[in-house]
């Protein structure tokens, strides 16, 4: 276990001083003074840079440990050269920490805590079915032209499999696909701790609250753990991250106007166009970029910027769906702009966007019964799976409760509803649109929890700021943390923390396969049992079409079906 912390310190580093380099580099670009951002902000701004790259890198060159090395390189270089800057960034974060111990002290028991779970071998179904090979494949091959021909999930082209290649590197090669979600957790329950000390010390925001309140369901949500930190998943990353938009959005919306806070809204923008390209689910949140436009009346210059920033970062991404399927967006089969020989056929790409909406609705059925049967065929087996879930109780409850609040204290409630009603308006849709399009909670969890923290913030601030807490401060720190000490220990057991230090990190899981010729002599391995891969021999696929074949002469040349030379459909 010793080595998922040296890796968390590792990609504390290398995260850091990547996000302190994009913020110089955003300093020079809009020649505007960029404050240092929040340290969690500073990671995911890292996280994003070091993407970015790797998204130009990787059509030129697979993602292997010299390109990890080269980036490294610069990003120490770049450390020297800037060491004045990056020295007084992390003293002065760490200066704003009164309890600054107290930070240290529950770090220390968050990475026991994660680490019990990141250790583990993954459990996540998709892990086995296409993310460890979608990631094997960024670390054997530049982008394959093609490759969503030989399994359609491979065209969905998530970011997030960039940079778990990118970690996937060195002695923990095959390994650390547990550590980068597990860091990313544990880094979002590190900010929402400190910003519950900060709220204790009288720093009563909104946004404040908000991220304090964070605890809660991360502590709470009952498929993190078992299923998303010792995975590979998008999902849970972008749900972080979306956390994270709403809280730097509910500080923006706090700062009535400031025009010195228009820079959050390049920070703001740029999070949310990383998140899109993680997950296409995020896109609903482009309304609070152009929010912010509108209200605080930003010019010409920094629009143009905006719209920069959007290109690098989107434009890639893009070019990168082509290449892997034919369509600039897979599975969304309305844009169609391409006819390319490698094209996925249109027929494969509804059937993709069916299967995933109609699992999310009503798994087990098939696509076609549950998408004819409308709204009150899928609902009832919906309800009956997710009635019962710890993470969407909160939501239902609360929000009526609000309601009723809002009758009987509205005109104290009022201040903070004026400001915040675009925040409820947007997070409203995108909760409406992932209900009726596809209502996997880990698709939607993001939206929906940051809907209920958002109002329990709402319903809280309101008793709480009356409340001074600076007096009595220190006694209900040390009372929280030592509550939460024995909560820790009973749960987990001192043996049981003890032995974790002697486990070692386990890799993929093995499978067996049987090779499948296709009508081309084109051999795939097919795994023989629960249709999922894992880390075996590329190529391989669970269901290959029988009409698959090579490009060019060889596996990184890409793939194409026969049937494409003649017809598309």
């Not at 930190?229 to 106007?257: G, H, K, M, R, T």
């Not at 019962?388 to 201040?415: A, C, D, G, S, Y």
């Amino acid at each position: 276990m010793l080595y998922i912390f040296l890796f968390w310190v590792y990609f504390f580093i290398i995260f850091y001083i990547a996000g302190i380099c994009f913020t110089r580099l955003s300093r020079l670009i809009l020649k505007i003074d960029i404050p240092s951002p929040h340290f969690l902000t500073t990671i995911w701004l890292g996280i994003t840079f070091i993407t970015l790259l790797l998204n130009y890198l990787h059509f030129f060159f697979k993602i292997s440990e010299f390109l990890h090395t080269i980036l490294f390189s610069g990003l120490c270089l770049y450390a020297i050269c800037d060491r004045k800057l990056l020295i007084r960034d992390l003293l002065q974060t760490i200066k704003k920490e009164k309890y600054a111990h107290f930070v240290f002290i529950f770090t220390s028991l968050l990475f026991l805590y994660v680490g019990k779970y990141a250790i583990e071998s993954s459990k996540n179904f998709d892990d086995g079915l296409y993310y460890v090979q979608a990631i094997k494949w960024i670390k054997s091959y530049p982008v394959i032209i093609g490759l969503g021909n030989l399994h359609g999930r491979f065209a969905f082209n998530s970011t997030w499999f960039l940079t778990g290649a990118f970690a996937d590197v060195f002695y923990f090669e095959n390994k650390s696909f547990h550590v980068l979600n597990s860091f990313v957790f544990l880094m979002t329950l590190v900010s929402s701790y400190i910003s519950l000390l900060n709220f204790l010390k009288g720093n009563k925001k909104v946004s404040i609250l908000f991220n304090a309140l964070l605890m809660i369901p991360l502590f709470q949500a009952s498929f993190f753990p078992e299923y998303f930190i010792s995975s590979n998943s998008p999902d849970l990353p972008v749900a972080l991250l979306i956390f994270q938009i709403i809280f730097c959005f509910i500080y923006f919306l706090e700062q009535d106007n400031n025009p010195r806070q228009q820079h959050l809204l390049l920070t703001i923008s740029i999070l949310i166009f990383f998140a899109i390209t993680i997950k296409l689910s995020a896109i609903l949140l482009l309304i609070i970029p152009l929010y912010m436009i509108f209200k605080n009346k930003i010019n010409f210059k920094i629009c143009s910027h905006l719209t920069i920033f959007f290109s690098l970062l989107v434009a890639p991404w893009l070019v990168s769906n082509v290449m892997l399927s034919g369509w600039i967006i897979y599975p969304v089969h309305h844009i169609d702009l391409f006819d390319y020989d490698w094209k996925v056929p249109k027929k494969q790409l509804m059937g993709e966007s069916q299967w995933i909406e109609s699992w999310a609705k009503a798994p087990g059925l098939p696509p076609e019964k549950v998408l004819a049967g409308g709204f009150i065929h899928w609902f009832k087996p919906w309800y009956e799976k997710h009635k019962n879930r710890k993470e969407l109780v909160p939501f239902l409850h609360l929000t009526i409760i609000h309601m009723v609040m809002m009758v009987f204290f509205w005109r104290k409630m009022k201040p903070y509803l004026k400001k915040l009603w675009i925040l409820y308006l947007v997070l409203l849709l995108c909760i409406v649109f992932w209900f009726f399009k596809a209502p996997d909670l880990r698709f939607g969890y993001g939206y929906i929890t940051s809907f209920w923290i958002l109002i329990l913030s709402i319903m809280l601030i309101v008793p709480l700021e009356k409340i001074n807490f600076h007096e009595i401060s220190s006694s209900v720190l040390v009372t929280l943390f030592t509550l939460y000490m024995l909560a820790f220990f009973i749960q987990f057991k001192i043996p049981d923390t003890v032995s974790l230090f002697q486990k070692e990190l386990k890799g993929h899981h093995g499978v067996r396969t049987n090779d499948y010729i296709t009508m081309h002599r084109l051999k795939i391995k097919v795994p023989k049992v629960q249709g999922k891969c894992w880390n075996a021999e590329l190529p391989c696929a669970p269901h290959p079409p029988a009409d698959l074949m090579l490009r060019k002469h060889d596996l990184a040349g890409g793939f194409r079906r026969r049937s494409l030379v003649y017809s598309n459909q």
